[in-house]
Antibody, heavy 114, light 117 residues
Framework: EVQLVESGGGLVQPGGSLRLSCAAS????????MNWVRQAPGKGLEWVSY????????YYADSVRGRFTISRDNAKNSLYLQMNSLRAEDTAVYYC???????WGQGTLVTVSS | QAVLTQPSSLSASPGASASLTCTLR?????????IYWYQQKPGSPPQYLLR?????????GSGVPSRFSGSKDVSANAGILLISGLQSEDEADYYC???????????FGTGTKVTVL
């Protein structure tokens, strides 16, 4: 069974940083492209970032480019999202998802507020 | 104008069929895209339903009932999710998505809230 478990969310002040993690199991993580997708409270889904299985190809949404960094450690079956210069509008539940969203984690809540 | 536009809500009776549209912005040709569909219930992550590009290029999500199906209305430049035999458990938000190759980004639709009356 595919399992994706996010962690690292919490309350952070504007301008602060946070690192999200996603632990993967139940599939061959090293062969899988991965994504981060977020959902602001009461709002729709917003794609954040993509990383290919080898980390060779990385894409970001315009809203986070230059502030967020996606990475992965295939030896640890883990996906990461380093978030810097956080803004109030980054407040959301952050989901990790396999490529094309075939599997999703439960999400971790990031709240940016003073 | 959003890249993918969905009606904000739709209501239908149990047992009826519901057709959810995902209209692509003018200039983005629905014919060349795989359209992905997701269901999200309150407090839960999205769940993958299916993808549809054509009758020869489609995929049903694992365990997804066959009463969920995809199609396209090329004249309307839209992808369609058809839910047949609506059940109360189908009450949820539904999102479409494409891989927008020209911007190297995934794009989600605005979402449709389905209510089963």
């Amino acid at each position: 069974e595919v399992q994706l478990v996010e962690s690292g969310g919490g309350l952070v002040q504007p301008g602060g940083s946070l690192r999200l993690s996603c632990a993967a199991s139940g599939f061959t993580f090293s062969n899988s492209d991965m994504n981060w997708v977020r959902q602001a409270p009461g709002k729709g889904l917003e794609w954040v970032s993509y990383i290919s299985s080898s980390s060779y190809t990385i894409y970001y949404a315009d809203s986070v480019r230059g502030r967020f960094t996606i990475s992965r450690d295939n030896a640890k079956n883990s996906l990461y999202l380093q978030m810097n210069s956080l803004r109030a509008e980054d407040t959301a539940v952050y989901y990790c998802a396999t490529d094309f969203g075939t599997n999703w984690g439960q999400g971790t809540l990031v709240t940016v507020s003073s | 104008q959003a890249v993918l536009t969905q009606p904000s809500s739709l209501s239908a009776s149990p047992g009826a069929s519901a057709s959810l549209t995902c209209t692509l912005r003018s200039g983005i040709n629905v014919g060349i895209y795989r359209i992905y569909w997701y269901q999200q219930k309150p407090g839960s992550p999205p769940q993958y339903l299916l993808r549809y590009k054509s009758d020869s290029d489609k995929q049903q999500g694992s365990g997804v009932p066959s009463r969920f199906s995809g199609s396209k209305d090329v004249s309307a430049n839209a992808g369609i999710l058809l839910i047949s035999g609506l059940q109360s458990e189908d009450e949820a938000d539904y999102y479409c998505m494409i891989w927008h190759s020209s911007t190297s980004s995934y794009v989600f639709g605005t979402g449709t809230k389905v209510t089963v009356l």
